[in-house]
């Protein structure tokens, strides 16, 4: 009798067909999380503690926001992040953000408003945070705009070259 636990030929890994897993609302574990991955569902409670209270002042128990991964962290021990808001980050001379209309990868998820990433406030999230936000999509890089001050209120796509 063949042992249940010896590899089979059919067997396969989650890292080897990612796009198995990345499936809209999915608990993605850190190690499977990539650069622009949008999430859903991180209590403010837990981004306020995280931004030395700078995110969210007024905190409403039971209220969420979306986070962006911003970068990998070095021999993979997890990701930088920043909270997101449908507001603009109040006192940035300039900012980013996921204009609305803007079709996820993996999901086809459609961003129904800007979401505006609050860079400033980055963080490494922690693995607890990680396993309770939900999954939405990765963000092209067409739909991350830019607002550039020394273009008054231009708006371009994150990987355009500026103008001269």
Sequence with gaps: MDSPWKNTKGSFHARDRL?????ENARLPLVYWKKHFFFFG????ELHRL???AFSP???PGKTHPVLCLDLLPQGVGALVCPCSS??????ASYRFIRRGCRLLHTGYEMDRNSHLIESLSFPVPRSLASRVSFKGEV???CLMKVDPRRTGARR???ETPSA
């Design 42 to 45: 991180a209590p403010d409670e």
């Design 157 to 159: 796509s994150e990987h």
């Design 58 to 60: 007024q905190v409403v």
């Design 51 to 53: 931004t030395w209270g």
């Design 19 to 23: 796009d198995w897993v990345l499936t």
């Design 140 to 142: 092209p890089e067409q």
């Design 87 to 92: 507001l603009r980050p109040s006192g940035a």
